[in-house]
């Protein structure tokens, strides 16, 4: 690429700076509606292939019906380990483990999940620093092997915004802590216990309520089941409505790069037929608009990105794809008008 080339260009955004403008508008404006929508659709692959979402639809709704403190804690906890042993499956914060080990700490109760090895497990919800989790392993039985993504492919019951919070997951293998009993548990805790109730099969659903009803009689507690009514679902509603919608933004994309593309080009022909009198070749017009065409999307790159934090995530990657898309257009467009005045005898181009 020859210098002189380079400085027509520069010469060419100099003296059209206003439909440089424009260009880069209807530029970011597209980006601005593009890039989340695409990001949400890659939210929703997330959640489909790695998060997927949980497919229990039955809520037991945990309901204080008396502030006296005469309940046998003890025996509510026994009684509640012996349900939640098989049918169902819950997770609390633990306010025991939380004092002991000074981290914020999760119990889940697996015992009724094959995949999660029907075990209990501790989640940390803070970082902790390996020193703290090997006193933790020699104190305790536990495996702190475990794989945080491995584990989620898994166990997709706990609350989406919780998921994020995780940090080290250890599994318990000591018989002692295989309980409820074993945890001190609290009046709050037990209503946790019961508002993160799930069952790994719902047809159990009146027969683990009954259960309940009969445990929680007589005490500060009572149970009320819900039940979720069917919606659509993301995937549904991405299909149906922001795939259509996407196809439709980039077809008029297309249609409106294309018509200001080719008024920019027209406006500049005579300064394409004079570059041609001094020896100019297709190359070194294909490079000039190629100058132009790179400063713009250069720009809105960077602006993008800026918006985005210049972060190294999902979305930079989806603004990398969207600029190439853009730059395929204006480059299959910018060869369509040098084909085209070739043919029409305009530009005698020399090959």
């Not at 439909?19 to 980006?31: D, P, Q, R, T, V």
């Not at 500060?220 to 933004?249: G, R």
Request: glycine share 2%; with cysteine.
């Amino acid at each position: 690429m020859s210098t002189s080339t380079i400085k027509l260009a520069f010469r060419d955004i100099k003296n059209m700076y206003k439909s440089f403008i424009y260009l880069l508008i209807i530029l970011s404006g597209f980006s601005f509606l593009f890039i989340p929508l695409f990001s949400s659709i890659y939210h929703n692959y997330i959640n489909e292939n790695e998060l997927k979402p949980s497919p229990f639809k039955v809520h037991y709704a945990p309901v204080v019906t008396s502030l006296e403190n005469n309940d046998d804690l003890s025996k509510l906890t026994k009684d509640l380990d012996k349900l939640y042993a098989k049918d169902v499956f819950t997770y609390f914060n633990s306010s025991k483990l939380s004092e002991d080990f000074g981290y914020h700490t999760y119990i889940v109760d697996g015992r009724g999940i094959k995949d999660l090895d029907n075990s209990f497990y501790w989640i940390v919800a803070q970082k902790v620093d390996k020193e703290s989790i090997e006193k933790y392993t020699n104190e305790y039985k536990i495996d702190n092997s475990i794989e945080k993504m491995n584990f989620l492919s898994k166990f997709t019951h706990l609350e989406k915004e919780e998921l994020s919070t995780l940090y080290n997951i250890l599994k318990v293998e000591d018989s002692k802590w295989q309980d409820f009993q074993a945890y001190d548990i609290k009046k709050n805790e037990i209503m946790e216990i019961v508002d993160h109730s799930k069952l790994q099969d719902e047809l159990l659903k009146d027969k683990v309520y009954e259960k309940m009803k009969t445990i929680f009689k007589g005490s500060f507690l009572s149970v009320a089941m819900q039940v979720a009514t069917e919606s659509v679902s993301e995937e549904y509603f991405i299909l149906t409505y922001m795939v259509p919608y996407v196809i439709f933004l980039l077809a008029l994309l297309v249609a409106v790069f294309v018509y200001f593309y080719n008024n920019l080009f027209t406006e500049l022909e005579k300064e394409y037929d004079i570059h041609y009198i001094f020896g100019a070749k297709n190359k070194d017009i294909f490079l000039r608009n190629q100058i132009l065409i790179i400063s713009i999307l250069f720009i809105n790159f960077a602006l993008m990105n800026y918006l985005n934090g210049f972060n190294i995530d999902h979305r930079f990657t989806i603004i990398a794809c969207v600029t190439m898309f853009y730059y395929i257009i204006f480059t299959i467009n910018l060869l369509h008008q040098i084909y085209k005045k070739n043919q029409r005898g305009v530009l005698n181009a020399r090959a």
